[in-house]
């Protein structure tokens, strides 16, 4: 990624400048992203929101005092958070110790939480003091810090007399947060503050494509430069406004806004920059996210799209089986929202099981054949293999009394008891399961050999079982292939169903559940298990993805729990840690790194899960 | 019965004790018991652990001076383990009354703790007991006891595993008057933390807000959830000379998790509000 390649460039640059050599401090987001989570929920942060690395931004203060260092453009990465999740620099190397590295971080996710909509430079200095007051513990942290950093900002005396007096406020500022209302201004721009967050979201949420349109929106009006290419994706960027609209995503208010306009009033030395430097800001950021997003193609797609107005969003949906949708910033469901279509493939040929798995499918049927039945103490019984003790003493009393039974029930055995359990695999199919995982097979093909092997097994015990596929393009059109229905028993026709499974298209994963919750509610058994083989979040073309299409994720997931039937995931989505709990809950899923595992892992989870 | 279960019987068959243990309610549960106990409606208690359901049924039973007859249910608990059952000894065999008999026949209150642990047969001989005919059956003796007015029953658990509700009969279900306990609100949890430590109020108000900070982790990052009586054990550590960092860690963090990446979240937590 080229803004890391730029940050470390830019790291190296400091270190020779302040210490040629120290040992390396760095600290990597990665290191710190499941603690920092947590602290930032502790905390009280919105338990939906994800941290994310930063993308850089141009920085035109530290861009200026570096060229003044060494003549090339920097750009540096600044924390921010907008409705989506938490923006974290990928990593940090600024200071002298790790340990303090680390706590800068802990300190943004701690700050985070106290950012409100407000006018940047003051809404800093708020945040702190309320943090503060609330955490004092973090008091002696939030020092050393300020003194560290303090220490890295350029000397007063080295500025213009309005950048000293700018710098003035801003080191105020940091020592007494709430001391300053106002940022003076100065015809040159400011070091990076990084206690603090950025003013805006530089660009929006880390998939999708909304290019910098703060600075699109200041853009002179007369600007005769802007080519096709800019105005259709400015079309495209405006219903992402509109959609936002409604939401409490407040940096992108009004007020913010100003801030903006502020900051680059202030920032901007002259007109004739700011127009190149906001175009390159937008092609630049247009170059990132297509090098960016080998996996993600949705948000390539949208992009080429020309996504339709929004009133033809609302079309009625005709055939099919319609499911609610859960509107998570309305905080209400979209009845009748979405439309799933049941598939079944007919004209698949039969097969057998493929050779490659045989042996394991063999093996693995030999030990689920245990898996029948649970054993359990049986009382009272006439024969059996211990003596039941109470039983024996109460014919002891009624001996005495003179009141015993002939048939003496004195033992006590094993009982075998059946288990009575249902199981619905539910299997993404979506486009990304298209990608190799090695050399020689692609997701779709382990999802495949999973199905293969679970279905061997559970057919070697008397657990129902059904099998279920899913993808979807839009919400009217989300398409639920039967694989094998409960009531279908597994053969060679079912196995050629398994085999013809093909990548689909994208994951609209609350309908899917929902379907799936319905086909499991009619299932008598005791208990009801939903497995999820999933690799990656849910997504879709229209509006589901990111925290939208967790938020209904979650919601389809809450019903089905409350319908008794137990949810599990599997995924093979290395980045999911993060989501994950917040919608299967600590223990409700599993991660797995290796692909190839996949199927063995899945069969010693179904064990595990039905003991 | 296993011994170990005639023991835990025996012990907490404790009758009706002068002094009334402290208990800071959350609401107006003390008036609800004492409106169930006058009806003669049986009692349900739900709640996460260490959140005083225990303490609540101690406090009711010595404010209403009744004996409590606590039993801790688990999966091996049978239903004659509460009515009792026939035992041993040198001169031939006898009649031993189980804790539940024995709450009947002295008109006690007679707590089942974790309820929905307890084996299935057990709610046969609960039903005829808290439906409006409130008698025991004792099976092996013949006899049919008719529980007394000062009887009552009070059964607790902690939701979220299973219902208890849902293996009874509707008859029997609604007949149920029930709580639901959740952690107290921070002044009220103060005040517990202080009535059963003697520490003092900054550390105590401290304390509070690490936990309701670590609640906030529940589901999504951890299973179980800070309880006041964990809060009220790093209270005494710390009221015992120990550092508060090194008490919350001992008696806090370690409880809630074995994940090293989790405990070294939650010990920054416990920075956040006591400082490094
Ligand atoms: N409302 C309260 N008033 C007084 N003490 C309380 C209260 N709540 C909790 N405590 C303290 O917490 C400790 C644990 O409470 P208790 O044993 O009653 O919990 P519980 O709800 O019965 O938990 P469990 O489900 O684990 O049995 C008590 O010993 C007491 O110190
Ligand atoms: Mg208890």
């Known amino acids: 990624m080229p803004e890391i390649f730029v940050g470390k460039l830019w790291d190296q640059l400091v270190s020779g400048a302040t210490a040629s050599n120290s040992e390396d401090t760095t600290v990597l987001f990665e290191e710190i992203v499941k603690p920092a989570s947590i602290l930032f929920r502790a905390l009280g942060g919105d338990q939906g929101l994800a941290l994310k690395t930063a993308q850089s931004t141009i920085h035109q203060g530290k861009q200026n005092w570096l060229q003044q260092l060494s003549g090339i453009e920097q750009k540096v990465e600044l924390a921010w958070c907008d409705d989506e999740a938490l923006y974290l620099p990928a990593s940090i190397n600024l200071l002298p110790q790790d340990r303090l590295n680390r706590e800068l971080y802990f300190w943004l996710a701690a700050l985070a939480v106290e950012m409100r909509p407000g006018l940047w430079f003051i809404e800093n200095q708020q945040a702190t003091l309320r943090l503060l007051e609330k955490f004092p513990g973090l008091q002696a942290r939030y020092q050393r810090l300020v003194y560290a950093l303090l220490s890295l900002r350029p000397e007063i005396t080295t500025l213009s007399y309005d950048s000293a007096i700018q710098e003035q406020a801003i080191y105020q500022a940091l020592i007494k947060p709430g001391s300053i209302s106002l940022l003076p201004s100065a015809p040159n721009p400011w070091f990076p503050i990084y206690l603090w967050f950025h003013p805006t979201p530089p660009f929006g949420g880390n998939n999708q494509l909304i290019p910098p349109k703060k600075l699109a929106e200041f853009e002179p009006s007369d600007d005769t430069q802007s080519t096709a290419k800019d105005q259709r994706r400015h079309k495209a960027e405006r219903q992402e406004i509109q959609e936002r609209k409604d939401g409490f995503m407040m940096f992108f208010r009004a007020e913010s806004i100003l801030t903006w306009a502020e900051y680059i009033k202030v920032n901007r030395p002259t007109e004739d920059d700011e127009n190149t430097d906001a175009k390159r800001a937008a092609d630049e950021m247009e170059t990132i996210t297509v090098t960016r997003d080998g996996k993600q193609t949705a948000s390539r797609i949208r992009f080429d799209l020309d996504l339709p107005p929004e009133d033809s969003d609302e079309t009625k949906l005709e055939s099919g089986i319609l499911l609610p949708e859960w509107h998570y910033k309305k905080q209400l469901y979209l009845k009748d929202y979405c439309c799933l279509q049941p598939v079944v493939a007919t004209n698949t040929k039969t097969c057998q099981l493929p050779v490659h798995l045989a042996a394991v499918a063999r093996r693995i049927r030999h030990q689920f054949e245990s898996l029948t039945s649970v054993r359990t103490w049986l009382r009272k019984q006439t024969e059996g293999t211990e003596v039941d003790v109470d039983a024996y003493i109460n014919h002891l009393v009624e001996v005495k009394s003179g009141t015993f039974k002939t048939d003496l029930q004195l033992y006590k055995t094993h009982q075998i008891q059946e288990r009575n359990l249902s199981c619905l695999l539910l299997a993404d199919l979506s486009q990304s399961t298209d990608a190799y995982v090695n050399n020689h097979a692609r997701v779709i093909d382990v999802i495949r050999d999973s199905l293969f092997l679970f279905s061997e097994a559970l057919s070697a015990t008397a657990d129902q079982f059904g099998l279920y596929g899913f993808s979807s393009l839009r919400r009217d059109n989300v398409r639920f292939y039967t694989i094998k229905a409960f009531a279908e028993k597994y053969n060679d026709q079912i196995r050629g169903r398994i085999n013809a499974i093909k990548p689909g298209y994208y994951t609209r994963m609350g309908a899917a559940i929902r379907q799936a919750g319905k086909l499991l509610a009619q299932q008598t058994t005791h208990q009801r298990i939903l497995l999820l083989l999933t690799d990656g979040k849910p997504n879709d073309l229209d509006r589901y993805e990111g925290r939208y299409g967790i938020e209904d994720t979650r919601q389809a997931l809450r019903e089905i729990r409350q319908q008794g039937i137990k949810p599990f995931c599997i995924t093979i989505d290395e980045k999911a840690g993060s989501y994950l709990p917040y919608l299967f809950g600590t223990g409700g899923y599993v991660v797995i790194r290796q692909p190839s595992e996949l199927p063995r892992q899945l069969l010693s989870l179904y064990a595990q899960l039905t003991v | ?276």
């Open chain 2, 1 to 276: 019965m296993t011994k170990a279960a005639i023991h835990i019987a025996a012990a907490t068959d404790q009758h009706a004790a002068s002094e009334v243990p402290f208990y800071q309610p959350h609401g107006d549960e003390v008036e609800l018991f004492e409106h169930a106990y006058n009806k003669q409606l049986p009692l349900l208690i739900k709640g996460p652990t260490g959140c005083g359901k225990t303490r609540f049924v101690m406090h009711m039973a010595a404010r209403l001076k009744r004996p409590l007859y606590t039993v801790s249910c688990h999966d091996d608990l049978t239903a004659t383990d509460l009515v009792g059952r026939h035992l041993v000894n040198d001169s031939g065999t006898y009649w031993n009354d189980g804790p539940l008999t024995r709450a009947v026949r002295n008109g006690g209150i007679c707590y089942l703790d974790e309820i929905v642990e307890a084996r299935k047969d057990t709610a046969v001989v609960l039903h005829p007991l808290t439906d409006d005919r409130r008698i025991l059956p004792l099976e092996r003796t013949g006899e049919t006891l008719q529980a007394p007015v000062q009887f009552m029953l009070v059964v607790s658990y902690n939701p979220g595993y299973q219902s208890f509700l849902k293996g009874m009969k509707p008859s029997t279900r609604q007949r149920f008057v029930s709580l639901r306990f959740n952690f107290l609100d921070a002044a009220q949890e103060q005040q517990v933390v202080i009535a059963e430590t003697g520490i003092d109020l900054v550390t105590a108000k401290q304390l509070v807000k690490l936990a309701s900070a670590l609640r906030a982790l529940k589901q999504h990052d951890l299973e179980e959830v800070a309880s006041t009586r964990l809060v009220v054990y790093a209270a005494a550590l710390i009221k015992n000379g120990f550092a508060p960092i090194e008490a919350c860690r001992a008696a806090l963090v370690e409880a809630l998790t074995d994940d090293e990446e989790v405990t070294a979240a939650l010990m920054e937590v416990v920075y956040a509000c006591f400082g490094e």
